[in-house]
């Protein structure tokens, strides 16, 4: 009975650190909380300011037409699509590591892509007119693609995070005390969809959770193909690629596992979930990272080497500014920076904060690749060699930080209201060791939440 | 006829510009081109010429109304021979629809042959036939009218510019902040005549749809000394710089004329006779 005892301990152990951020999310969370509200803030005045004065407050010209705001809905959506394939690769493939950090990385998914798709919004010259895209839509357009597929995509997300939740929303409804407040109760009750944890049910929910696991796969290879086409759908230099769709996905996926490497950190630093998370989880995701920055590596130098070696005036003149013109050195610091040393720190550090820093650089890194891919071609000349000039605002900076900053926002408030590891999917890892009692599971349902 | 129009209310003749370019039938509206050309050259030739294209199509008459029949199919040469950089065609277009100085809806380019002499180059919208910014659109505010003309309603555009980078001759413009030029009296913008402008939306070149329909030049042409620019019909087989009337698709074989970027397969409704040995190949 001692074995018992001990699971019984572990069980409540692993709620309290899942509904810590519910109960009581520490000193540092309203503080925290504060600042990235008045940075999302700051944004939205800077919006605002944008709306009243014209798209020119933003930097854009004639000749610089897309910029900034480009190149955000494109990382922001990118990193999103890493959150869900973390979650849905290792789901399919059964990892039995990714349990305590699916939660997360499917959380993740969700801002980001909100987020990023706010920026289809932000970049457009009359956004009050938006619902012209639902009455007269285009269906030859890239964007009236676009817009399908971010729809589909983000209804993809909404189910991927909130399925595997039900179990764990049922386990808040059922043990969650009266100091949890009417309001939050009542979500609860109403959340878990009347979950009570029989066979039968499991047997559907598993199903339906590997079914959107498979499905949201081609869904966000969909979505960035789509965007990347946005782009390649035009005869400008440098955007016209056929490599662009699967550039486009392996980016995402790249700067994705990243950021969901920098989220895992950081809550479980702030949350103390080191028990459960380990560096063995950070090692394993450095490597999946290492492996898609070392596949996007040879992507890029497919690409430049084709356009450089053949030297068609245009695309050679693209290829040029970025390896020894006016784009140069933010090309050699993505190159040096936000690929070869986060590959290399990924494969040989073991230390946590070195695999951090690998994947911050990463994610940093892929912004300015985005950055890199949309200015060049935006500035180009097609006619005659006069370039457009590249101008960086307070707005368009602003904008940018408030929806860097809306992403942890995001995820601190999601995990205010629902358990920050997947309580149920890691108790029912658990009972499948075959050290564990099958019954395992019933204690845990028994536990109140302390 | 020329002078006879109230050039203060353009707008106002671009409201009836539907309407007219629907009554009058190819017989008139040809002689009105006709005599556009007539109007400032005088010349007997140039009547001759627009008598014997009136007669030769007369049958055209009793489709009258039709407007798959009805329809013109315009285009414009620029002759580089003569064009030398001064840049009256853009002072006048920008005067006259309104535009900010960034908005060059007809820009001179400066570019150098193959020798490294420069050479001037006015480049407007192309009207191609097979408009890459036409496809583009999500929400069809740009849109290839009856005349082949691509235009764009202000009023649908959401400024989204993904026509702007799909336009391989930087033709089309961005209104990224109020146009703070207005027409003096107040009016209705439309797609023929999109004035005043409005912010966040794309605006370019119209050909003048707002002129050449009544028989009158657009301003571009117009406004050309050297008599470089001329407006025409591809069905009418005619075109005018006002000065002197060609038969255009002689005009065009004899003088080898070209058009900007062939190989996009775009289609351009405006020629280019090179004349410096410009290879045009940027």
């Known amino acids: 009975m001692v074995g018992a005892a001990a699971e019984r301990h572990a069980a409540t152990a692993l709620i309290d650190a899942a509904f810590r951020p519910v109960r009581a999310p520490g000193r540092w969370f309203w503080p925290t909380l504060g600042v990235l509200v008045a940075m999302v803030a700051v944004a939205m005045a800077g919006y605002g300011y944008q709306l009243f004065a014209g798209l020119w407050v933003a930097g854009y010209t004639d000749a610089a037409f897309y910029g900034i705001y480009e190149a955000n809905l494109v990382a922001f959506i990118g990193v999103s699509y890493g959150g869900a394939l973390v979650s849905a690769v290792l789901r399919l493939t059964n990892a039995p590591w990714r349990t305590p950090i699916t939660r997360m990385a499917e959380a993740t998914a969700l801002v980001s892509l909100l987020v990023g798709a706010s920026f289809a919004i932000i970049h457009l010259g009359r956004p009050e007119r938006i619902w012209q895209l639902f009455l007269f839509p285009q269906a030859a357009s890239p964007i009236v693609w676009d817009m399908v597929a971010i729809a589909t995509y983000l209804a993809a997300t909404l189910i991927f995070l909130y399925l595997p939740l039900i179990p764990d929303l049922a386990l808040a409804r059922d043990r969650l005390g009266p100091s949890a407040g009417r309001l939050r109760r009542a979500f609860y009750r109403v959340a878990a969809v009347g979950w009570g944890g029989t066979p039968h049910q499991r047997r559907r929910l598993n199903w339906s959770v590997g079914a959107i696991a498979v499905l949201i796969i081609p869904l966000a290879i969909t979505v960035h193909s789509v965007l990347a086409w946005a782009f390649s759908m035009t005869s400008r230099p440098g955007w016209h690629s056929t490599i662009f769709g699967p550039y486009f996905v392996l980016g995402a996926l790249y700067s994705g596992v990243a950021l969901v490497i920098v989220v895992v950190a950081a809550f479980r630093r702030a949350y103390q979930l080191e028990p459960y998370i380990g560096l063995r989880h950070f090692v394993s995701l450095s490597r999946i990272m290492a492996v898609l920055g070392a596949v996007y590596l040879y992507f890029t130098f497919s690409e430049m080497l084709t356009a450089a070696y053949v030297r068609t005036r245009d695309e050679a003149s693209i290829v040029a500014v970025l390896l020894e013109g006016s784009f140069a050195v933010p090309f050699w610091v993505f190159l040096i920076g936000g690929v070869l040393v986060p590959i290399a720190l990924s494969l040989a550090a073991r230390q946590v904060r070195y695999l951090v820093v690998a994947a911050a650089l990463a994610v940093v890194g892929m912004w300015l690749k985005r950055l890199l891919i949309t200015l060049p071609s935006a500035t180009v000349p097609l006619i005659g060699d006069v370039w457009g000039t590249v101008q960086v605002t307070w707005v368009a900076i602003v904008i940018t930080l408030g929806a860097a900053a809306a992403i942890p926002l995001g995820l601190m408030v999601i995990f205010r209201f629902v358990p920050i590891l997947a309580v149920d999917e890691m108790a029912e890892f658990d009972a499948h060791r075959p050290s564990a009692e099958p019954s395992s599971k019933r204690p845990l349902r028994a536990e109140a939440i302390p | ?282």
């Open chain 2, 1 to 282: 006829m020329l002078d006879k129009v109230d050039r203060s209310a353009p707008a106002a003749r671009a409201d009836a510009t539907r309407r007219a370019g629907r009554l009058l039938s190819r017989r008139q509206a040809l002689g009105a081109l006709a005599i556009a050309g007539s109007a400032l050259s005088a010349g007997p030739l140039v009547g001759a010429l627009a008598a014997a294209q009136g007669t030769a199509r007369q049958g055209g008459s009793t489709h009258e109304g039709d407007p798959a029949v009805d329809a013109r199919r315009w285009a414009m040469v620029i002759d580089l021979r003569r064009c030398d950089g001064c840049k009256k065609c853009t002072d006048a277009c920008q005067a006259k629809h309104y535009l900010p100085p960034e908005q060059e809806w007809i820009k001179v380019y400066t570019l150098r042959d193959r020798t490294g002499t420069e050479f001037a180059i006015p480049r407007l919208c192309m009207h191609c036939e097979d408009p890459p910014c036409v496809r583009v659109c999500p929400v069809t505010a740009t849109f290839v009218d009856r005349n082949g003309l691509v235009l764009v309603d202000q009023d649908k555009c959401i400024g989204c510019r993904l026509c702007i980078a799909a336009c391989p001759y930087e033709a089309r413009y961005f209104n990224w902040t109020e146009p703070n030029i207005k027409p003096p009296l107040p009016t209705t913008a439309t797609p023929e005549f999109p004035s005043p402008q409005q912010r966040g939306t794309v605006g370019k070149c119209v050909l003048c749809v707002h002129n050449i329909t009544q028989g009158q030049l657009p301003y571009c042409v117009e406004a050309c000394t050297m008599d470089a620019i001329y407006i025409g019909d591809l069905d009418e087989d005619v075109a005018t710089n006002g000065t002197e009337t060609v038969r255009l698709s002689t005009f065009l074989s004899e003088n080898n004329a070209i058009r900007l970027k062939e190989e996009l397969n775009t289609r351009p409704r405006v020629w280019y006779i090179p004349g410096h040995g410009e290879d045009l190949l940027w």
